[in-house]
């Protein structure tokens, strides 16, 4: 069993609707124990059975079968998601206006120039490692980047969270 906090991408938007109790029952019924949720947009924390990619792919198949759509399930260790927060190369204006986007993969640097040639206006963006860093000079809701053109460049599907979550999550975790 390995600490993992698990994140699932736009879930509870639109027409994705999948109630934390569900999510925690599916886990639970995958085989992790200690689960845990925190707030309705895909957060999950839990001790997961074999590897963690393992893990994500059998919950992604499961909500799909279950639930009727499919959403990319990422995962990192709680030492991970603390790097990453630790590593936001940004000056932090309003935590809700910075996030970290965790990334199913690593984008190639020839994807990253590709993402580099979007006007960003104030907004801010950088890829470490298989973490995009955002800080949106206005908040997420009234951005001046198109960060689905940016995503669809990078060509690795991800999970953005605020850095109030990222921490929240860091703390339920430890």
């Known amino acids: 069993m390995s600490s993992q906090i698990v994140l699932l ?10 109630p934390m109790a569900d999510l925690r029952a599916i886990a639970g019924e995958l085989g992790a124990t200690d689960v845990s ?3 309705a947009s895909g957060n999950l924390i839990a ?12 919950l992604e198949k499961t909500i799909q079968e279950r639930f009727g759509f499919f959403r990319e399930v990422i995962s990192r260790t709680p030492a991970e998601v ?15 206006y910075s996030y ?15 993402a580099e040639t979007y006007e960003t206006g104030d907004d801010r963006w950088q890829v470490i490692g298989t973490e995009m860093h955002i800080r949106y000079a206005n908040g997420a809701g009234r951005p001046e980047m198109k960060g689905d053109s ?5 060509g690795v599907p991800g ?16």
Not at 47 to 58: H, I, K, M, S
Not at 82 to 96: I, Q, R, T, W
Not at 150 to 154: E, F, H, Q, S
């Open 100 to 114: 970290v986007t965790f990334l199913a993969g690593e984008p190639t640097a020839e994807a990253i120039a590709k």
């Open 82 to 96: 603390a790097a990453a927060l630790e590593a936001h190369p940004f000056e932090v204006l309003e935590p809700k």
């Open 150 to 154: 940016i995503g669809r460049a990078l």
């Open 47 to 58: 001790d997961v059975p074999g590897l963690p990619e393992t893990f994500n792919r059998a």
């Open 9 to 18: 991408r736009a879930v509870n938007v639109g027409g994705a609707q999948l």
């Open 37 to 39: 949720t925190y707030i």
């Open 159 to 174: 999970t953005a969270r605020n850095l109030n979550t990222v921490r929240k999550l860091i703390d339920l975790a430890g």
